[in-house]
């Protein structure tokens, strides 16, 4: 693993848990981020001191994650503001992986877990701008941060950050807007370019119009032309493997995808090892990821984590779980999490030509380019004889334009976590509990429209590319310049041309 400069760790210093995960950098095994107040102005002070890249683009895209770091730390103050900043500095499940020997990743989690009653201290001093609704939303998920800890110095702490927490729950600000200015600073720097919500809000619109009337157009080829789209889907997902079958279900739908990208020759790599099966406990409150080989990891197996419902739940509670794994819309969740989506995407991260572009990852760019697979999928003909595939990759579409949505809503004042439900009991086939939890999700995650967001800039880009390159233009061409620059801001992803 190389050394990175002065400059690279100052930022790396204020992404722990994501420099240690998604860039397999090891050296914070063990290690918190100090979260309190005197530690995030230290570690602001230390950002940008020390020469550029000589490359223009990788000294852009490192002053991107410095100025969105100085937005998100310094000027919006949300590690005040949002537990979740707090709860992955706790979270141990990084660990669980088999990024390397177990011994030494049983140590690196026992030193983590050593530091809680620190990491629980900062955070107590940090927390004190809480909204009553982002501390109902995050209670259950500060909770289960405990499951299957016996030391009692860290159950102790974690005990004192839940009680902070139930009381802003029970005394917090009522209202959770960030406003429109902070939320339009708190996008744009991260992605280094202007954000126009109300534009933005438009295209979501315009988006989920588009969506809905390809959704019609594939339910047609089901012979469903009377039934609104929408019903035709609830009735769809009851078709499911079962609680067992499911991870087998994921196996071979993720070895389907990889032969179809490789056949097609999506994605400029085609290597690695991509592995099924059963989420570890510590994240299984996740139905679907992928943990995938980190570009500072030696070689080893990507991950694609499945979590099943749990015996123990209610028939109910299982039944809308295991409707996830449908037959409609699994594959489109496999193209998402493995081929071309994430695990392809790792491969080529694998390869970026520095440092910054392998670490500093863009989440919009993330969560963009694997949104931006599933329909691509759909254009290249994958599963063309089954019209479950692409109503699956439109579904999936609408609830990510609808989150979208929901986060301008909230964050600008102009709609409630209870109107942003009834959004999403609208405009998706999701209803009751589950549409409250998406739009409450908006409250801690005020940039989770990063996925639809990110895929219509890559789609606007391969559209310029097209018309820019003439016969030049192919799709792994487009795909192998852009995958190049590892996982840029958006702002930035018009470097290709």
């Given at each position: 693993?190389?050394?990175?400069?002065?400059?690279?760790?100052?930022?790396?210093?204020?992404?722990?848990?994501?420099?240690?995960?998604?860039?397999?950098?090891?050296?914070?095994?063990?290690?918190?981020?100090?979260?309190?107040?005197?530690?995030?102005?230290?570690?602001?002070?230390?950002?940008?001191?020390?020469?550029?890249?000589?490359?223009a683009h990788d000294a852009r895209h490192l002053e991107v994650f410095e100025e969105s770091l100085r937005t998100q730390f310094g000027e919006l103050e949300l590690h005040r503001k949002n537990p979740l900043i707090h709860l992955n500095n706790l979270d141990l499940a990084c660990y669980d992986r088999d990024y390397g020997p177990a011994g030494e990743r049983a140590t690196a989690r026992k030193a983590h877990l050593g530091l809680w009653p620190d990491a629980v201290r900062h955070a107590i001093d940090s927390l004190d701008q809480v909204a009553a609704p982002v501390a109902n939303s995050l209670l259950g998920a500060a909770r289960g941060l405990a499951a299957g800890i016996t030391d009692e110095a860290a159950l102790e702490a974690h005990g004192r950050l839940v009680a902070h927490l139930e009381h802003a729950a029970a005394n917090g600000d009522p209202d959770v807007a960030l406003g429109g200015p902070a939320l339009a600073r708190l996008m744009g720097t991260a992605e280094g370019l202007p954000v126009d919500l109300g534009r933005l809000a438009e295209r979501a619109d315009a988006e989920r119009?588009?969506?809905?009337?390809?959704?019609?157009?594939?339910?047609?080829?089901?012979?469903?032309?009377?039934?609104?789209?929408l019903d035709v889907v609830r009735e769809l997902v009851k078709d499911h493997p079962d609680a067992d079958g499911v991870i087998e279900a994921a196996r071979i739908g993720t070895e389907k995808a990889i032969?179809?990208?490789?056949?097609?020759?999506?994605?400029?790599?085609?290597?690695?090892?991509?592995?099924?099966?059963?989420?570890?406990?510590?994240?299984?409150?996740?139905?679907?990821?992928?943990?995938?080989?980190?570009?500072g990891e030696s070689e080893g197996p990507s991950w694609y984590y499945i979590t099943?419902?749990?015996?123990?739940?209610?028939?109910?509670?299982?039944?809308?779980?295991?409707?996830?794994?449908?037959?409609?819309?699994?594959?489109?969740?496999?193209?998402?999490?493995?081929?071309?989506?994430?695990?392809?995407?790792?491969?080529?991260?694998?390869?970026?030509?520095?440092?910054?572009?392998?670490?500093?990852?863009?989440?919009?760019?993330?969560?963009?380019?694997?949104?931006?697979?599933?329909?691509?999928?759909?254009?290249?003909?994958?599963?063309?004889?089954?019209?479950?595939?692409?109503?699956?990759?439109?579904?999936?579409?609408?609830?990510?334009?609808?989150?979208?949505?929901?986060?301008?809503?909230?964050?600008?004042?102009?709609?409630?976590?209870?109107?942003?439900?009834?959004r999403f009991s609208s405009d998706t086939h999701v209803a009751g509990p589950a549409a409250l939890s998406e739009a409450r999700r908006a409250t801690f995650d005020p940039t989770y429209g990063r996925y639809?967001?990110?895929?219509?800039?890559?789609?606007?880009?391969?559209?310029?590319?097209?018309?820019?390159?003439?016969?030049?233009?192919?799709?792994?061409?487009?795909?192998?310049?852009?995958l190049d620059l590892g996982s840029p801001p958006l702002g930035m992803i018009g470097a290709i041309l």
């Amino acid at each position: 693993m190389t050394q990175l400069d002065a400059r690279l760790r100052a930022i790396t210093d204020l992404i722990v848990a994501e420099a240690r995960e998604g860039g397999g950098r090891h050296e914070y095994d063990g290690r918190i981020q100090d979260l309190s107040p005197d530690g995030v102005r230290a570690g602001l002070a230390r950002l940008g001191a020390g020469p550029a890249p000589e490359d223009a683009h990788d000294a852009r895209h490192l002053e991107v994650f410095e100025e969105s770091l100085r937005t998100q730390f310094g000027e919006l103050e949300l590690h005040r503001k949002n537990p979740l900043i707090h709860l992955n500095n706790l979270d141990l499940a990084c660990y669980d992986r088999d990024y390397g020997p177990a011994g030494e990743r049983a140590t690196a989690r026992k030193a983590h877990l050593g530091l809680w009653p620190d990491a629980v201290r900062h955070a107590i001093d940090s927390l004190d701008q809480v909204a009553a609704p982002v501390a109902n939303s995050l209670l259950g998920a500060a909770r289960g941060l405990a499951a299957g800890i016996t030391d009692e110095a860290a159950l102790e702490a974690h005990g004192r950050l839940v009680a902070h927490l139930e009381h802003a729950a029970a005394n917090g600000d009522p209202d959770v807007a960030l406003g429109g200015p902070a939320l339009a600073r708190l996008m744009g720097t991260a992605e280094g370019l202007p954000v126009d919500l109300g534009r933005l809000a438009e295209r979501a619109d315009a988006e989920r119009d588009r969506l809905m009337a390809l959704l019609a157009e594939s339910c047609a080829k089901l012979g469903e032309r009377d039934k609104a789209p929408l019903d035709v889907v609830r009735e769809l997902v009851k078709d499911h493997p079962d609680a067992d079958g499911v991870i087998e279900a994921a196996r071979i739908g993720t070895e389907k995808a990889i032969a179809f990208t490789r056949e097609k020759d999506l994605v400029p790599y085609h290597d690695g090892e991509c592995l099924v099966g059963l989420a570890p406990e510590s994240r299984r409150w996740a139905m679907a990821m992928m943990a995938w080989n980190a570009p500072g990891e030696s070689e080893g197996p990507s991950w694609y984590y499945i979590t099943p419902p749990e015996p123990s739940w209610p028939q109910q509670e299982q039944e809308e779980w295991l409707e996830v794994f449908s037959r409609t819309t699994l594959s489109a969740i496999n193209v998402h999490e493995v081929a071309p989506g994430h695990f392809s995407h790792g491969r080529a991260l694998r390869r970026a030509s520095s440092e910054v572009r392998r670490l500093l990852q863009s989440m919009a760019f993330v969560e963009g380019w694997a949104h931006y697979a599933e329909e691509l999928c759909v254009e290249e003909g994958f599963e063309a004889g089954d019209p479950r595939f692409e109503i699956g990759v439109w579904v999936e579409a609408l609830l990510r334009v609808t989150r979208l949505a929901c986060a301008i809503g909230v964050h600008t004042g102009q709609m409630t976590v209870e109107e942003g439900a009834r959004r999403f009991s609208s405009d998706t086939h999701v209803a009751g509990p589950a549409a409250l939890s998406e739009a409450r999700r908006a409250t801690f995650d005020p940039t989770y429209g990063r996925y639809t967001w990110g895929k219509l800039l890559i789609q606007d880009l391969r559209e310029r590319a097209r018309a820019e390159w003439g016969a030049g233009f192919s799709l792994l061409r487009f795909h192998k310049a852009l995958l190049d620059l590892g996982s840029p801001p958006l702002g930035m992803i018009g470097a290709i041309l």
